[in-house]
């Protein structure tokens, strides 16, 4: 997609990869919060809408660059090249192949322990359960109800006492 909002050429039509591409970037913005819900779904739907690389523009031009992958953004950085100096700049770079996947948050678990400490978690209820039949039968079941007090014990020491991530904090 190189030369895509050519100041030259905005009258070029698009192709579907281009008004598709335009959409992921809009959900980025979206996810981001940069844009509200209807904001997104009005200008999702103008972008698979548009025909020249010309439509595009509007749909970007309150929105800020955030580094490398917006700045390869033809739509975003020819536009504004050209209307500063008034010529055209110099041929953009295409954008790396998977934004969307490049923006993605990785999922990490906020259990002390990360995975040791979710799977810890997930086995206490089966603990306790075989500590409550094993002094159940052994000593006599009035007590033996206590031994399910260990499921939030264990779920405070490696989840803490609010229960949220480290980022909200």
Request: charged share 20%.
């Amino acid at each position: 997609m190189s030369g895509y909002a050519n100041p030259d050429r905005p009258d070029e039509r698009l192709s579907t990869a281009e008004r598709e591409e335009a959409v992921t970037r809009l959900s980025e913005f979206h996810v981001e919060g940069r844009i509200t819900s209807s904001e997104f779904d009005e200008r999702a739907a103008a972008a698979r809408a548009a025909v020249t690389r010309g439509d595009l523009v509007p749909l970007f031009a309150d929105l800020p660059s955030a580094g490398p992958s917006w700045e390869s953004e033809p739509w975003a950085a020819a536009p504004a090249a050209s209307a500063a100096t008034g010529t055209p700049g110099p041929p953009l770079p295409p954008p790396p192949a998977s934004t969307a996947l490049a923006a993605a948050p990785t999922r990490t678990s906020r259990a002390l322990g990360g995975r040791v400490g979710d799977t810890v978690m997930a086995l206490t209820p089966f603990l306790a359960l075989a500590l409550f039949f094993l002094f159940g039968f052994a000593g006599g079941f009035v007590w033996s109800w206590l031994w399910f007090l260990i499921i939030p014990i264990v779920a405070i020491v490696i989840y803490g006492p609010t229960g949220k991530p480290d980022s909200e904090r």
